[in-house]
């Protein structure tokens, strides 16, 4: 594992334009995945897949996450009745502080719940909410008009996180769209399109404790159900995709320390 460390000027620690042949699964040297229909601690609905069959390259740049309705059982034996896919940069990279950007195109419908989000490394031996976790992009519902980005930790947790919400006049949808936050030691801002439109500070938790000190990794995944969006209806189509240009991540300063692994 090698550690680079950057100094007052913006460098790329992370980058993927998903460049790649039609139908190829992205690279494993850069993600790895979460799997099974365990419903990951929001009743999802969905089984999380392996290799293409639910996350592929479409051949002119970008990635596909595919959201399919089918009856599916995984590696844990779970019966569902939706296909899925969650990448995550756990093992491969992390990063303590920065900018990190996807540009992406949203699905939109009833039940159906895309996110790009940061897990703090910790979270196998802390558990979660004390590994914290910073959600840059999510959105839910038919018509997908809203952006939440939202911090999560112990005492600001769930339903109760600290969060930012931009409502806009188009779906999310429509065209494709820069998602991003800027965390530095003591403030985590969310950008839409480049433009900041929420701020959380470490004096805005309190008497908790502001958990993003550490390195965090990074996951894109694509829901279906949950507690939050509800279940899928008559008027959710199928499949939904979440479609990603590209994902980068910058160092700011000399506390923006980030960690690479070459090999899955």
Not at 37 to 51: H, K, P, R, V, W
Not at 150 to 163: R, T
Not at 175 to 200: E, K
């Amino acid at each position: 594992m090698s550690t680079a460390t950057t100094a007052f000027t913006w460098t790329v620690t992370f980058e993927d334009d998903f460049e790649g042949s039609c139908g190829s699964e992205p690279s494993p040297l850069l993600w790895a995945r979460d799997l099974g229909g365990s419903g990951f601690g929001n009743n999802e609905l969905q089984c999380y897949t392996d290799g293409s069959a639910n996350a592929f390259l479409d051949g002119a740049g970008n990635l596909v996450i595919e959201a399919r309705s089918e009856t599916i059982s995984g590696h844990d034996g779970v019966l569902c009745a939706y296909s899925s896919a969650r990448l995550q940069t756990k093992g491969r990279f992390s990063q303590r502080y920065g900018k990190f950007e996807a540009r992406m195109k949203l699905p939109r419908g009833q039940g159906i719940w895309p996110a790009f989000w940061l897990l703090g490394e910790s979270f196998d031996t802390v558990g979660w909410p004390e590994c914290g976790e910073i959600d840059i992009m999510e959105s839910i519902g038919p018509v997908a008009k809203t952006l939440y980005g939202s911090l999560h930790g112990p005492g600001y947790c769930g339903a109760n996180n600290l969060h930012g919400i931009l409502t806009l006049d188009e779906p999310l949808s429509d065209a494709f769209h820069v998602y991003g936050v800027d965390w530095s030691t003591d403030q985590i801002s969310w950008t839409f399109d480049g433009s900041c439109y929420a701020t959380v500070t470490r004096h805005d938790v309190g008497n908790h404790s502001w958990q993003f000190d550490g390195p965090f990794y990074i996951l894109l995944n694509l829901a279906v159900g949950g507690d939050w969006p509800g279940c899928p209806d008559s008027t959710t189509s199928f499949p939904q995709r979440l479609i990603v240009d590209y994902v980068r991540v910058w160092g700011n300063d000399s506390k923006a320390t980030s960690s690479v692994q070459s090999t899955p």
